[in-house]
């Protein structure tokens, strides 16, 4: 990286120009228009640039992305973090929560923490040559614990499995849009779009660091300018082949290859029938965006755990006997099976050993996750008969469905109201001794994802994973009425199209100090409004973390909890109490929780239930304590 911006100016106007070796002996200039006569401006950009050009090109120089790509992404990073930041300013002025100070301190710490996490890479601590200088520089100890938190919580939210997620899908996206190419990232690619995260929320915050608008406006357009606004030539495009490969890949599974070229018109395609192969591409399709990330991993899991039982890796040597086998091995296995990430690297032999030695109630899986494996066999198949892969005539995946023991409604029993509010008189709410003593009466309330989570269930009948892993920007206020929007987010995607709505915030939510929770997490720069509950693997959903501490709570507080109730009994609480109050109509509890119409006329021609009707409904749930 220079030592020094290569600035220069064109009148008064200073500019930006950096000599790019191109794709052969030749070299070429970038040079962009920095859009400010301030030189003190454009010395921070041009930094910014020069180090990210270098990054950028050591990325191009591995031929994983172009310089179109590479741009797009940058463009896009720096794009919403700076308006990101205005958010957040106008936020702290029109409803400030906390002092001033307390603003100024959290945005020095994340401007100083992305800084850090781009230069230094994602390391959670500063180092004692980092404490110094910022000590040096005028920095208070309290401002460096603010930083050292900043740093943790966003180095972890970066190199989580959400945030790789996320980060995946803003920069097919983002790439997408712009030039119109799609990607699909492997490791190399990943580590690239990180670096080039980091770079541009370092740039932006340096741009915006310290000043209010309508300077960070003059900041954000030297960020627009920076990527768009650029004469630098486009990658060269290679030469056309005039010899393409046929679209098979190698039986084997090879992950991260690049897709073989296109054919003409007449060229006859093939797939490869190797099942994982083709679970990947389930998986990659465009129209399948919507699914959950769990429901993706599930898929391939039964893929290598069918493999492993059966030995087949054809998906057409696929026989009605090789999946009555395998549904024979899921009766068999513990009822705990991807309970634990152990399980995938435990062989079927040792896994069956296992379930030899528990008790009977504890082996065999339940019929209903049986039969989910047999629904996702009947979609590999039809998969495969669309790619015109011959699958088998002879399979009959009804003949091997599990009869339900229990009717859909009795599966989860509903919290009667006074359970629930016997529940809610434990420590947890009530005062426990310390943070690590949730259990154990005493003074401490700990107002964390533990404590709001059940509550914010009992008065909406939302799911653990719609109501946990909210983000900041999923809260937000129509009719003048707070509330949350339950859609798709970086942490996890809603069951269906209907599940998508807007849930009024209960009132004894608001008088606890909920929205000062969710301010308090947006001006952190939170990835959720429990950052704590973020799963750290991919066997983890989002509430696991929770699962212990909550149940142990409802066995303390109920004798044992001999009806078995879970955090789902929470939904069935709300919709069995709505339903018995005649003023809340079927159509007002179903757009509450969530639920389809009951018909063509509810789902067409029919429109959502107003706001303040909402929230009135809401109220309509006891208070808890």
Same mark, same amino acid.
């Given at each position: ?215 960070? $406006? ?33 039986? $084997? ?38 699914? *959950? ?112 023991? *229990? ?5 989860? $029993? ?164 709505? *339903? ?17 119409? *009951? ?27």
């Amino acid at each position: 990286m220079a030592s020094t911006p290569s600035l220069f100016l064109r009148g008064t106007v200073w500019s930006w120009r950096r000599r790019v070796p191109e794709f052969s002996t030749q070299n070429r200039h970038w040079q962009l228009s920095l859009r400010t006569t301030e030189r003190s401006i454009a010395r921070i950009i041009a930094r910014r640039l020069n180090y990210e050009c270098d990054r950028m090109l050591d990325a191009i120089s591995t031929g994983k992305l172009t310089p179109a790509q590479a741009k797009a992404w940058l463009s896009n990073v720096i794009r919403t973090e700076l308006d990101r930041i205005e958010r957040q300013r106008m936020v702290s002025r029109l409803d400030p929560v906390g002092t001033a100070e307390e603003d100024q301190r959290y945005d020095w710490a994340t401007a100083r923490a992305w800084r850090h996490l781009a230069t230094t890479g994602l390391h959670p601590t500063l180092s004692e040559k980092a404490r110094q200088s910022a000590l040096s520089e005028g920095a208070s100890p309290q401002e460096l614990t603010t930083l050292e938190t900043m740093l943790d919580l966003l180095s972890r939210d970066v190199m989580s499995e959400a945030g790789v997620n996320k980060m995946h899908r803003a920069a097919r996206d983002c790439i997408q849009e712009a030039i119109g190419e799609s990607i699909t990232p492997s490791t190399m690619m990943t580590l690239q779009l990180r670096q080039m995260l980091l770079a541009g929320k370092a740039a932006a915050w340096e741009a915006a660091e310290g000043r209010e608008d309508p300077s960070l $406006e003059q900041a954000r357009a030297l960020a627009f300018a920076m990527v768009n606004e650029s004469d630098a030539p486009e990658a060269p495009t290679s030469p056309p082949e005039t010899d393409r490969p046929d679209c098979a890949a190698p039986r $084997e599974p090879v992950r991260n290859a690049t897709p073989p070229a296109p054919g003409p018109q007449t060229h006859k395609f093939t797939y490869d029938p190797n099942l994982i192969q083709l679970v990947e591409r389930i998986n990659d399709e465009k129209d399948r965006d919507h699914i *959950k990330e769990d429901t993706r991993r599930q898929l391939a899991s039964q893929a290598r755990l069918f493999i492993s039982t059966t030995g087949v890796t054809d998906v057409t040597d696929i026989t009605q006997a090789h999946l009555k086998y395998y549904k024979s091995v899921l009766q068999r296995l513990p009822k705990s099976y991807g309970k634990s990430a152990k399980d995938a690297d435990r062989s079927v032999e040792d896994l069956l050993a296992r379930a030899a030695d528990l008790p009977e109630d504890k082996v065999g899986l339940s019929p209903r996750t049986i039969n989910g494996h047999l629904d996702r066999f009947s979609l590999i198949f039809r998969v495969a008969r669309s790619e015109s892969l011959k699958i088998s005539d002879d399979i009959q995946l009804s003949l091997l469905r599990v009869p339900e023991t *229990k009717r859909n409604r009795d599966k989860r $029993e509903a919290f009667a109201l006074p359970e629930l509010q016997q529940v809610f008189r434990h420590p947890i709410w009530t005062g426990s001794s310390n943070h690590k003593r949730r259990h154990v009466p005493g003074k401490t309330v700990l107002k964390d994802g533990l404590y709001w989570g059940p509550l914010m269930a009992a008065y909406s009948g939302a799911r653990r994973e719609e109501v946990l892993a909210l983000e900041p920007e999923d809260f937000t206020i129509v009719d003048e009425i707070p509330c949350c929007h339950i859609r798709n987010n970086a942490h996890r995607g809603v069951k269906t199209l209907s599940s998508v709505r807007l849930v009024p915030i209960h009132s004894h939510l608001i008088d606890l100090g909920f929205l000062r929770h969710v301010e308090e997490m947006r001006k952190r720069g939170a990835a959720a409004i429990f950052p704590e509950l973020i799963p750290e693997n991919e066997s983890q959903s989002f509430g696991d973390k929770l699962h212990y501490n909550w149940s142990k709570a409802v066995g303390l507080q109920l004798e044992g909890n001999p009806r078995r109730l879970c955090f789902h009994s929470l939904r069935h609480y709300v919709i069995t109490h709505l *339903k018995q109050l005649p003023e809340v109509t079927d159509k007002q509890r179903r757009d509450l929780v969530g639920h389809s119409g *009951k018909d063509v006329h509810d789902e067409q021609y029919d429109e959502a239930t107003s706001m303040p009707i909402m929230r009135g409904v809401v109220e309509q749930l006891p208070r808890m304590f």
